[in-house]
């Protein structure tokens, strides 16, 4: 499935990701693992640009997730795609995220077996989980 899942983007777009570059690039997307945020990326700022990255296989550490639909950047993003039904946890898979600007407030929802956290205040930057479907349809948040 995750090969499948690759192809499907690889062969639609060209693309993938290395380190921290745009999706238009045409290398593997970079690991990362479960408790990285947008924010340990330095990607605040980059509003508009999308990014791909592999999660593996894993677990959301409690409170890692913060919002629902749009995420606050200091959020994981494996968890965040996996709350999103974007991955599935067991498995992990290539996830694409997408940066926004900051939003007033977050709400918070269970979903895919993760409750991820109300933040009831301004946050600086966020991101949003776009699915391999929402991808290849060229579909924005």
């Known amino acids: 499935m995750r090969a499948a899942l690759r192809l499907i983007i690889i062969a639609a777009f060209g693309i993938a990701s290395a380190s921290c570059r745009h999706a238009h690039t045409a290398s593997p997307p970079p690991a990362i693992d479960w408790h990285t945020s947008a924010l340990d990326l330095n990607l605040r700022g980059m509003d508009g ?6 999660c593996p296989a894993g677990k959301p550490a409690p409170e890692s997730v ?20 974007a991955i599935d946890a067991q498995r992990g898979g290539v996830v694409m995220i997408q940066i926004l600007p900051g939003r007033d407030g977050y709400a918070g929802s269970m979903q ?30």
């Open 49 to 54: 640009k999308s990014y791909l990255f592999r």
């Open 66 to 85: 913060t919002g629902s639909g749009v995420y606050t950047d200091a959020s994981s993003i494996c968890a965040a795609a996996a709350h999103a039904g």
């Open 112 to 141: 895919n077996f993760i409750r991820s956290a109300d933040y009831a205040h301004a946050w600086g930057g966020s991101f949003a989980v776009l699915s391999a479907d929402d991808f290849a349809s060229g579909r924005k948040p």
